[in-house]
């Protein structure tokens, strides 16, 4: 069965610099959540799109912004980063906002 | 505000069964999921609970009591791989959270041969 897609898995950017990460739902899916792990922690939640519109809004910094695409797929714009930026970034998706939640294996940024 | 408290860490040996508990108030609740988390990896869906009760599959169960804000995740028959974190998360009301998790600190389980 297709699972939540991310890319890249992995990415190593310099302090400053700008990345992005891409999520691509379960098919069907059409609410997609970002959250953030770093180590021994657990996941925080940063934002959240409904139907392409943002629907809720978490601990996400205001260097960062994030938008779903009318094929139902998110990207995670990260601007001006900085050493604590570095973490697991785990996209999730479902449908409505219920039901069963599946996260994708995570992007893991390092940030020198 | 959420909170939501499970033990940091547990061990247990193989071929026993252990009983990851998790305790939650939070400001609305619309179903509570537990996760087991191998370390860098995603969270893999283990359970899905939103009415009372117990739901089984195969050697793991998740129990639900929603008066009591209290929810169990029982593995039988553990294997060395069950080693991992076990996370609990409580989805919170509809409306402007639209199915937000609130995650515990996960529980470190470790299985010994």
């Known amino acids: 069965a297709a699972g939540v897609i991310q890319s890249p898995r992995h990415l190593i950017k310099e302090k400053r610099e700008t990345a992005t990460l891409k999520c691509y739902p379960i098919p069907r899916h059409d609410t997609v959540y970002w959250y953030q792990q770093g180590p021994g922690q657990d996941p925080q939640f940063l934002i959240s799109?409904?139907?392409?519109?943002?629907?809720d809004k978490g601990s996400i910094p205001d260097r960062f912004s994030a938008q779903q695409f009318s094929d139902y797929h998110s990207e995670l714009n990260m601007s001006s980063l900085e050493l604590g930026d570095s973490a697991l970034y785990f996209c999730?998706?479902?449908?409505?906002?219920?039901?069963?939640?599946?996260f994708g294996e995570g992007s893991r940024l390092t940030v020198l | 505000g959420q909170n939501i408290d499970q033990p940091t860490e547990m061990t247990a040996t193989e071929g026993a069964i252990v009983q990851i508990n998790c305790t939650y108030q939070t400001s609305g609740f619309n179903g509570l999921f537990w996760y087991q988390q191998h370390a860098g990896e995603a969270p893999t869906f283990l359970s899905y609970?939103?009415?009372?009760g117990l739901e089984e599959k195969g050697r793991f169960s998740s129990f639900l009591s929603r008066s009591k804000g209290y929810s169990y995740l029982l593995l039988k028959e553990l294997q060395m791989k069950d080693s991992a974190s076990y996370l609990c998360a409580v989805r919170g009301e509809r409306g402007s959270t639209l199915g937000r998790l609130y995650f515990g600190r996960g529980t470190q389980l470790t299985v010994w041969p």
């Open positions: 799109f409904y139907e392409k519109m943002q629907s």
């Open positions: 999730a998706s479902t449908i409505g906002g219920t039901g069963e939640l599946f």
């Open positions: 609970n939103v009415l009372d």
